[in-house]
C-alpha cells in the first residue's frame, strides 16, 4: 500500500499487509437516504493538505445531498487491523466508506468486509479512464471492491553530479546495472554504486517480473509459489547480485529495507536507488537536492521498463454499511477524477485515472519517469489473505538477506521461501 509504504519509504508503501481478520456480518439490507454518512480514512504525519482537500469534498457532498451529513474520521494505520476487525464484527462501529492498502484487501474480503462495487463503476463515466493494472488491485476473485484511489511506484533515482563526473549515462537495460554500479564504486568508494537492501522486496521485484518470474502462480484458485522457478531464480538472482563488497556491501545493506536503501541516497551515500514517486519530498530536503533525475528502471531489453510494483490505497463501501446509495456516491466523488487531482496537488499522490495521469505529467517532468512506468504495466502481489502470512513471516526479506550474507546459495534460499509461501498458501 503506497500509504504504508510512502510513510516507511516509502515504504511506502510501502507498503506492509495486516493479519486477515476474522469474518463478521454479512451486513444489513438497509439503504437509507439521508442521516450521517461514516466514512475512516488514514491519519497522516501532516494531516493538513489531505484533511483540506477531504473537506471540500464534504462540502460538496452535503449540498448536492439534503438531510446527508458526512462524519470522516482520521485512523492511524497502526492500529487499522484492530480497528478493522472490530468494524467487520459490529456492524453499529464500522464505516460506511474506508481507505485501506490494496495489500489488505484479500483479508478484508474474506472477512466479509467489503461489498462488491464492479457494477456501481460500470455505470460511473469516470471508471471507462481507470488503469486496468492498477483497478486490477482492487480486484479478489476477478471481482471489484474498491476503487483506487491513488497509486505509488518506484523507478531508478541517479546523481547527475556523479554520472557527469564520471561520463556515464543511466542504464538502457537491467543487465547494464549491476556493471554500472560496480564502476561507479571502483571510482568512487565513498559511494554505494546503488542503494538496495535485504529487506527490500518492493525493490526486488521489478527485477523479478523482469526476468519474467512471478511470486506464484494460480490454478483452480490455488495458488503455488514460482520464486523458485528458472525465470523467478533468474530475477532474484540479478537483484541479489547489487547486495556486494563492489556495490552495495552486505554488512551496510543486507539489513535495509525500502527506507534506509532510499535513504543512504537521500543522504548522499549512493550514486543510484530505487525510490518511489512518494520519496519526493525527502530528495529535495536532503543532500541530494538539485543533484538527481529519474528514469524507468529498464527492464530485460532497450526501451523496455521494469514491472513495478503497483502500491496504493483503495476507497471502499463496507458490506454492514445502511446507506449503499449514498456510501457509493460519496465513494466515487473522493474517488473521482476531480479529487484525485486535488490530492494529487495537495500531497502527489498519483491518480489512477489514466488521463489524469497523462495530464500530471504533461505539467510535471519529475512524474513523467512515473507514468511511463505506470503505462509499462505495474504489478501486485496475489490476492489472496494468505499473503498477509507470508508478509509477516517475512519470507521474502529473509530469502534475500540469506542470499546476501551467503547463509545460502540462490537455489536453496529460493526453496525455502517457495516451501514457507505454499505452506501459507494451503493453511
Known amino acids: 500500500m503506497k500509504r504504508i509504504a510512502l510513510l516507511v519509504a516509502v515504504g511506502a508503501l510501502a507498503v506492509a499487509g495486516c493479519a486477515p481478520v476474522q469474518s463478521g456480518p454479512s451486513g444489513g439490507a438497509a439503504d437509507e437516504k439521508s442521516g450521517q454518512l461514516r466514512v475512516w480514512l488514514f491519519d497522516e504525519v501532516n494531516r493538513g493538505p489531505k484533511q483540506a482537500v477531504v473537506d471540500q469534498a464534504v462540502k460538496q457532498f452535503q449540498s448536492e445531498h439534503a438531510g446527508v451529513t458526512v462524519d470522516v474520521q482520521y485512523i492511524q494505520i497502526s492500529t487499522r487491523a484492530e480497528r478493522f476487525k472490530g468494524a467487520f464484527g459490529d456492524p453499529k462501529s464500522a464505516p460506511d466508506v474506508a481507505e485501506f492498502g490494496n495489500t489488505?484487501?484479500?483479508g478484508y474480503v474474506a472477512a466479509g468486509g467489503f461489498a462488491e462495487v464492479g457494477a456501481d463503476l460500470d455505470k460511473w463515466p469516470d471508471a471507462k479512464d481507470l488503469s486496468p493494472s492498477i483497478?486490477?488491485?482492487?480486484?479478489?476473485?476477478?471481482?471489484?471492491?474498491?476503487?483506487?484511489?491513488?497509486?505509488?511506484?518506484?523507478?531508478?533515482?541517479?546523481?547527475?553530479?556523479?554520472?557527469?563526473?564520471?561520463?556515464?549515462?543511466?542504464?538502457?537495460?537491467?543487465?547494464?546495472?549491476?556493471?554500472l554500479a560496480r564502476r561507479i564504486r571502483a571510482a568512487k568508494p565513498d559511494l554505494f554504486g546503488i542503494s538496495v537492501g535485504g529487506k527490500y522486496t518492493y525493490g526486488m521485484l521489478p527485477f523479478l517480473w523482469a526476468s519474467g518470474g512471478d511470486l506464484a502462480s494460480q490454478q483452480d484458485g490455488k495458488f503455488t509459489s514460482a520464486v523458485d522457478s528458472t525465470n523467478g531464480r533468474a530475477g532474484i538472482?540479478?537483484?541479489?547480485?547489487?547486495?556486494a563488497e563492489d556495490i552495495c556491501p552486505p554488512q551496510q545493506c543486507a539489513q535495509n529495507g525500502g527506507d534506509a536503501s532510499v535513504q543512504a541516497f537521500v543522504s548522499g551515500k549512493a550514486a543510484m536507488t530505487i525510490g518511489?514517486?512518494?520519496?519526493?519530498?525527502?530528495?529535495?530536503?536532503?543532500?541530494?537536492?538539485?543533484?538527481?533525475?529519474?528514469v524507468p528502471l529498464p527492464g530485460m531489453t532497450e526501451g523496455s521498463v521494469a514491472p513495478a510494483f503497483a502500491g496504493g490505497n483503495l476507497l471502499g463501501v463496507t458490506k454492514s454499511t445502511a446507506?449503499?446509495?449514498?456510501?457509493?456516491?460519496?465513494?466515487?466523488?473522493?474517488?473521482?477524477?476531480?479529487?484525485?487531482?486535488?490530492?494529487?496537488?495537495?500531497?502527489?499522490?498519483?491518480p489512477t485515472f489514466t488521463d489524469v495521469q497523462r495530464a500530471v505529467a504533461e505539467g510535471d517532468e519529475f512524474e513523467r519517469p512515473f507514468v511511463r512506468t505506470l503505462d509499462a504495466g505495474p504489478r501486485f502481489v496475489p490476492a489472496t489473505p494468505a499473503w498477509a502470512k507470508i508478509d509477516a513471516q517475512a519470507v521474502l526479506p529473509t530469502m534475500l538477506q540469506q542470499i546476501a550474507t551467503k547463509a545460502q546459495d540462490l537455489t536453496a534460499a529460493t526453496a525455502t521461501a517457495a516451501q514457507h509461501m505454499n505452506e501459507a498458501f494451503g493453511s
Open 135 to 179: 483497478l486490477d488491485t482492487a480486484k479478489v476473485g476477478g471481482k471489484v471492491y474498491a476503487v483506487p484511489w491513488y497509486v505509488g511506484v518506484r523507478a531508478l533515482y541517479y546523481r547527475t553530479d556523479v554520472f557527469s563526473e564520471l561520463g556515464l549515462t543511466p542504464p538502457k537495460t537491467l543487465a547494464e546495472l549491476a556493471p
Open 104 to 106: 489488505d484487501l484479500a
Open 323 to 350: 446507506h449503499r446509495t449514498l456510501a457509493v456516491q460519496f465513494l466515487q466523488l473522493l474517488g473521482g477524477k476531480s479529487f484525485q487531482r486535488k490530492m494529487f496537488d495537495a500531497m502527489g499522490n498519483l
Open 237 to 243: 538472482g540479478r537483484y541479489t547480485e547489487l547486495l
Open 276 to 294: 518511489g514517486d512518494f520519496n519526493r519530498g525527502a530528495m529535495k530536503a536532503g543532500a541530494v537536492s538539485g543533484k538527481y533525475a529519474v
